[in-house]
């Protein structure tokens, strides 16, 4: 059985905090985390093309509250982290901090749990290019069994579906020359707005 963030449900009561990456909170009624990158997160990670180092979805830091209602427990709070994103334009590689709303139900069940997730769908589907579409609706509800509710997939997918569709290193990205390639922003060079060298090199003109 692999490491996994699971909350016994006898200690949320009617409810909980859970903290991650932050200096645990003085209330009395919270858990903390040290670190959020489980066996089983990490390995998802490694699987899909999302990052490939470890560090690149370091520093992921969440403030998170269960709480009890009726039969089902409410997962809510605000996930932050800083994914290593490739420019869609330039294809300059950038971290941007990303701060994320989640909310979720889990619903006790006796059946397996994972087993309607959109992740092991995701992660047994044998057909590489085909892409499971995640959207927030499918999300909204998770099944739990044993007593434990396991936070890892929950996280996962948050993580998944904040990461920008078109990632730009910045707003106004020129992007690349179609011509010789040279990158046609400005860069900064030890506190230095530096042109780039581009009309010596290369002929292409945009106008
Ligand atoms: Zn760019
Ligand atoms: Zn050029």
Same mark, same amino acid.
């Given at each position: ?112 749990? +994972? ?26 509800? +998770? ?16 993580? +998944? ?47």
């Amino acid at each position: 059985m692999k490491k996994s963030i699971a909350i016994n449900i006898a200690k949320i009561g009617q409810n909980l905090n859970i903290t991650f990456g932050r200096p645990p909170s003085n209330n009395l009624n919270s858990i903390h985390f040290n670190d959020i990158l489980t066996e089983w997160t990490q390995e998802f990670l490694k699987s899909t093309s999302l990052t490939t180092l470890e560090e690149q979805c370091a520093n992921i830091k969440a403030q998170l509250k269960i709480s009890k209602e009726h039969n089902m427990y409410r997962v809510e709070g605000e996930i932050e982290f800083s994914p290593l994103l490739e420019c869609v334009r330039s294809l300059t590689l950038f971290r941007e901090k990303i701060t994320t709303q989640v909310n979720a139900f889990f619903v006790q069940d006796t059946s397996s749990a +994972y087993k309607n997730s959109n992740i092991s769908r995701y992660l047994n589907n044998s057909e590489p290019n085909d892409e499971v579409e995640l959207s927030e609706s499918d999300l909204e509800t +998770y099944s739990f069994s044993n007593n434990f509710i396991e936070l890892d997939e929950f996280i996962i997918d948050s993580l +998944y579906l904040a990461l920008p569709e078109l990632p730009l290193c910045r707003e106004d990205c020129k992007g690349l020359c179609p011509s010789c390639g040279t990158e046609l922003n400005e860069v900064q060079i030890e506190g230095q707005l530096i042109r780039p060298n581009h009309a010596q090199k290369c002929t292409y003109s945009s106008h």
